[in-house]
Nanobody, 115 residues
Framework: QVQLVESGGGSVQPGGSLRLSCATS????????MRWYRQVPGKQRELVAH???????IHADFVKGRFTISRDNNKNTVYLQMNRLKPEDTAVYYC?????????WGQGTQVTVSS
């Protein structure tokens, strides 16, 4: 069983930065594929970024050049560095861990970008 706890959300002005963290419990973090998603009310959850077990990253087009996913296998944590934030980045951000056919979700953290 893997438990995920997101942190680092909050309110920020447009152009600001936040770093989200997703700490995991349980063993085998290095074997987990990790992803960040986001969701706004009334819309489907969308994939923001992905990092493989080897550290290969993929970012959605709408965050490329602004957001960066990374992982620290020594701390069992995945990060999402968010720079140049826009109002449309406002959402609840979730991390997901994937091991084989099993998925685990965190509880989400709110990010609000507003002046």
């Amino acid at each position: 069983q893997v438990q995920l706890v997101e942190s680092g959300g909050g309110s920020v002005q447009p152009g600001g930065s936040l770093r989200l963290s997703c700490a995991t419990s349980g063993s085998g973090f290095s074997l987990l594929v990790m992803r960040w998603y986001r969701q706004v009310p009334g819309k489907q959850r969308e994939l923001v970024a992905h990092i493989s077990t080897e550290g290969i990253t993929i970012h959605a087009d709408f965050v490329k050049g602004r957001f960066t996913i990374s992982r620290d296998n020594n701390k069992n944590t995945v990060y999402l560095q968010m720079n140049r934030l826009k109002p449309e980045d406002t959402a609840v951000y979730y991390c997901k861990a994937i091991r084989g056919l099993t998925e685990y979700w965190g509880q989400g953290t709110q990010v609000t970008v507003s002046s």
